[in-house]
Nanobody
Framework: QVHLVESGGGSPRAGGSLRLSCEVS????????LAWFRQVPGQEREGVAS???????VYGDSVKGRFTISKDDATNVLYLQMTSLRPEDTAMYSC???????????????????WGQGTQVTVSS
């Protein structure tokens, strides 16, 4: 069973940067999709970025050019480097895992069955 643990959340100022980490443990196989999602209370979960076992990445429109998803295969840690942060980036960020390959477009939470507990990011203006 795959297990995910996020860390790195905090309270940066607008315009600042933050890097989130997601430790991935267990047997992930050779074909998978890992992704970052975020959710604000009362709103639907939003796909932020995904990365496949082939290293192909997909980004949500609201973060393109500002956020970068990556995975260190040696340590099995998933990262989300966030720059040029905005108050509207404030949310609980979670990583998700799927044994399916990533979609070519879009990041849909219904395809992910394993989740971490989340880490809070609060961006002040």
């Amino acid at each position: 069973q795959v297990h995910l643990v996020e860390s790195g959340g905090g309270s940066p100022r607008a315009g600042g940067s933050l890097r989130l980490s997601c430790e991935v443990s267990g047997s992930i196989g050779s074909h998978y999709c890992l992704a970052w999602f975020r959710q604000v209370p009362g709103q639907e979960r939003e796909g932020v970025a995904s990365i496949g076992s082939n290293k192909r990445t997909v980004y949500g429109d609201s973060v393109k050019g500002r956020f970068t998803i990556s995975k260190d295969d040696a340590t099995n840690v998933l990262y989300l480097q966030m720059t040029s942060l905005r108050p509207e980036d404030t949310a609980m960020y979670s990583c998700g895992f799927s044994y399916r390959v990533c979609a070519a477009q879009g990041i849909l939470d219904r395809y992910f069955g394993i989740w971490g507990q989340g880490t809070q990011v609060t961006v002040s203006s």
